[in-house]
């Protein structure tokens, strides 16, 4: 009753959770920023303030909305520029003056004056000469108190402004918007709306930019934070609105497909943060997920079908973004899918596969290169059926390697590079690979895949690790390679288990054999099996099927409330020790999304109705995901 109980409150909690969502975010009209005769303008004008700061004179550009009058009192955009411009920059490249007059005429936005002011806080302010020197550098982080204590000062001397942090705001691009996440958040009682657009290198780690959560969510209006999916200093936005997630601090985070760094992102930017100015705005809560809550500990996968890859099962593919920090392809990287004649490679779904994980911002592994299942019969035979020469055969090997790893160079972050070469007894499969070759076989394809790209991470990959003896094959086996001078940079863990096998000592031991070797230590295709299984040694063989009998499909109207919960307890005591070892562990992946259609419906017998894994038929989370979060939060 106890856990039933826990079972029916989870629930109850998943439910409430599924209401959170990003706020909609629709893209700029065509038009938006070219200049329409037949409204109302606003007027641009230049201006000098004296800087105590810096002991000079500044400028400063101001743009002052259509119908201004000294007798109406207005709130404040600042608007800051990157390392290479100036207070011109943005009047040149992001005609903030049109932007803002458009939105005006549509009535989209409340009537603001726009301060754009030269953020290189030194006497001689110019973008000239490096603009990358170190004391230009520093003279961004200067502009802080030349805003607070000249600039602000000047601006609500000479204008009609509200003065209150209620009725100011910040924003910058690149440069400008690493200022106005830094001088924004550290100065929540001068600004209530803050944004940063594409912010570059110079913005502060996310713990110093909110170091206290609580604080901002009551002192931040709305923070707005963009950026374009091809930027290369995306990072920095991502990292910071990680944290926000983890913290639950409310937030805007639109990322732009497409998008670089440039004017096409910031006009983009500014347009959609300025309409939320000044007005009351809702931010919906951002999704707290599995993702989420195991950031800096170890990247969350799932594998994906054909279907997500296509984008076609669109609510997998929402649970896919909203849940996993990871991602590997189920079929479409194995060789007989790929190449399934010789040199005639089709890299459709592939593609489409590696794109999906940079769209969304995801590490992707590529699976798998070596294979004895699923390998196409040509690799081993000449034009007459028989095997090939071991001459002929590593060159093959050597060239199906060399494209696939060499056509996403860059791009997939690490590959399974030989899959399942290990039998239970320690011994070397005798595969075609092995017969033709000898176990060198393994060290030429781990020496193929570094060749093709330097940098990808390489793995080798098996299943029924916590068997004793075939633990201490593999541990041989990576051992020699690295005595050899073959670069592995882990083992694979695939952890298809069940609910009372293996033993968790066993498996522990495992982890701790392998990270011995100076090894990371990946989970790489976990599920949970609920149903009977005769034979468990048999791990994913998937040569061993087992004829159908009812007595072991017993749950095909669904899973009992204590299934379910075992299925919750076995899925914490894993990951326990995951976390325990998560110095070690650099990713756990799910084999699969969720439980329709999981490969254990249909191994090791046909026909089954299993749930093996964390979302149900419906992609719903089950009770155990909000469990595994909470887990995650007890661990820093």
Not at 165 to 170: K, L, M, P, V, Y
Not at 596 to 604: A, C, D, E, L, R
């Amino acid at each position: 009753m106890k856990y039933l109980f826990q079972f029916l409150i989870i629930c109850s909690c998943l439910l409430a959770l599924g209401g959170y969502s990003q706020n909609a975010i629709t893209s700029a009209p065509l038009g938006f920023d070219l200049v329409r005769e037949n409204i109302a303008h606003g007027k641009i004008d230049s201006v000098t303030y004296t800087s105590k700061t810096i002991g000079t004179n500044r400028k400063a550009l101001i743009y002052t909305p259509p119908g201004y009058s000294k007798d109406k009192k207005y709130p404040v955009l600042y608007l800051l520029h990157g390392i290479g411009g100036d207070e011109k920059e943005w009047l040149k490249g992001g005609n903030p003056e049109v932007i803002f007059d458009n939105l005006y005429a549509d009535e989209k936005a409340e009537p603001m004056i726009v301060v754009m002011p030269n953020g290189r806080a030194m006497k001689d302010d110019r973008a000239t000469g490096n603009i990358m020197a170190p004391d230009k550098v520093q003279a961004f982080a200067a502009f802080e108190k030349d805003l607070l204590n000249d600039l602000i000062p000047f601006v609500e001397k000479k204008y009609p402004v509200l003065k209150d942090q209620e009725h100011r705001a910040i924003a910058g691009l690149s440069m400008g918007g690493g200022q106005s996440l830094n001088f924004g958040l550290g100065n929540p009682d001068k600004f209530a709306w803050v944004g940063g657009f594409s912010s570059a290198p110079n913005t502060k780690k996310p713990e110093e930019l909110v170091p206290d959560p609580a604080k901002a969510k009551q002192q931040i209006k709305l923070l707005w934070i963009s950026v374009g999916d091809k930027d290369g200093l995306m990072s920095f936005s991502q990292r910071t609105h990680d944290y926000l997630v983890a913290q639950q601090v409310p937030h805007i985070y639109d990322v732009i497909p497409g998008g670089v760094h440039d004017f096409k992102v910031w006009k983009e930017s500014l347009y959609q943060f300025a309409q939320l100015l000044f007005k009351p705005v809702k931010i919906a809560a951002q999704p707290y997920g599995l993702k989420d809550a195991y950031i800096g500990k170890f990247y969350i996968g799932a594998a994906l079908n054909g279907f997500q890859i296509s984008e076609k099962d669109t609510a997998g593919c929402r649970v896919i973004k909203e849940q996993f920090s990871a991602i590997v392809p189920e079929n479409c990287m194995k060789s007989g899918q790929i190449q399934p004649k010789e040199g005639e490679f089709n890299f459709t779904q592939a593609d489409q596969f590696v794109e999906f994980g940079e769209k969304n911002h995801l590490w992707i592994t590529g699976h798998c290169l070596i294979w004895h299942s699923q390998a196409p019969r040509w690799f081993f035979t000449d034009s007459e059926g028989k095997d090939v020469s071991r001459e002929v055969l590593i060159e093959r090997m050597k060239k199906h390697i060399s494209t696939l790893v060499g056509r996403y160079k860059g791009r997939v972050k690490g590959w399974d590079v030989v899959n399942e070469a290990i039998e239970n007894d320690g011994s070397f499969r005798k595969s075609k690979f092995y017969q033709i070759v000898g176990e060198d076989f393994i060290k030429l394809a781990f020496q193929f895949a570094h060749e093709a790209d330097p940098d990808a991470e390489l793995y080798y990959n098996d299943y029924s690790e916590a068997i004793p003896s075939k633990r201490n094959g593999i541990v041989a086996m990576v051992k020699k390679l690295k005595e050899q001078g073959i670069r592995v940079d882990a083992i694979g863990m695939q952890t298809h288990v069940g609910l009372a096998d293996p033993d968790l000592r066993e498996y522990e031991n495992t982890i701790e054999a392998y990270a011995a070797l100076s090894v990371k230590v990946m989970v790489t295709e976990m599920d949970i099996s609920v149903l009977p299984n005769p034979d468990w040694k048999a791990g994913a063989e998937i040569s061993k099927t087992i004829e159908y009998q009812k007595k072991l499909n017993p749950y095909t109207e669904g899973i009992p409330d204590s299934v379910n919960v075992a299925l919750g307890q076995r899925y914490l005591e894993f990951f326990k020790l995951f976390l325990k070892h998560k110095d070690v562990f650099s990713r756990v992946t799910l084999w699969g999304l969720s439980d329709g259609t999981s490969w254990k419906n249909n191994f090791p017998v046909r026909g089954r109705t299993d749930y093996p894994l964390l979302f149900d038929r419906k992609n719903r989370a089950k009770p155990v995901v909000q469990l595994l979060i909470d887990l995650a939060k007890q661990y820093k």
